[in-house]
């Protein structure tokens, strides 16, 4: 399924009923975008209303958000490479805020010391969970009719 997408620009997904276009930007790698869409299908049932590359008028823009009616995020999905600036400042501004940090194939215990670490004494209210996706995830959770099948059993995951 992935070789026929790298020549497109839009990719058009399906999961629990819904679908979601992700726009392929020109410097943008095919992996960011499918963890972009795995981390929408992985948390689509409890987060319904996600948003992919929205700004929401914060310096930082999320890969994935849900805002709350206040206009608040409730879910922020980051893919990929993060800078420990942005880090810290979401796990520090956003403690209400469900945090999700993707990676591709990637040990996942060096990050959660970095986030233990940055959130010691800091009482967030919500959680922030790690993924990793496993290299061979294009293939394996995306359909030929761009449905995507994936839960938590096929990914490693942590929660801090």
């Known amino acids: 399924m ?11 997904f399906r999961a629990h009923g819904k679908q979601m276009v992700f726009i392929k930007k020109t410097l943008e ?3 960011h975008v499918l963890m972009k869409a795995f981390i929408w299908a992985l948390f689509l049932p409890d987060y319904p209303d ?7 008028g914060d ?4 890969d994935l958000v849900q805002l ?3 206009g608040i995020p409730v879910f922020w999905g980051e893919a990929g490479r993060v800078s420990l ?11 209400y805020t469900h945090l999700v940090f993707a990676k591709w194939n990637m040990n996942l215990v060096p990050f959660r010391q970095i986030l233990k670490k940055e959130t010691g004494s800091d009482r967030r209210l919500a959680p922030i969970d790690l993924i990793s996706f496993p290299a061979e995830s294009g293939e394996r959770f995306i359909h030929r009719d761009g449905t995507i099948q994936i839960n938590f059993r096929d ?5 801090c």
């Open 50 to 56: 996600l948003s992919v590359e929205i700004q929401i």
């Open 85 to 95: 600036r942005k880090t810290k400042a979401l796990v520090h501004r956003f403690r």
């Open 29 to 31: 790698s095919d992996i």
């Open 68 to 70: 709350g009616d206040d």
């Open 2 to 12: 992935t070789q026929d997408l790298k020549l497109r620009r839009k990719w058009t």
């Open 155 to 159: 990914v490693n995951r942590l929660r």
């Open 59 to 62: 310096r930082f823009k999320p």
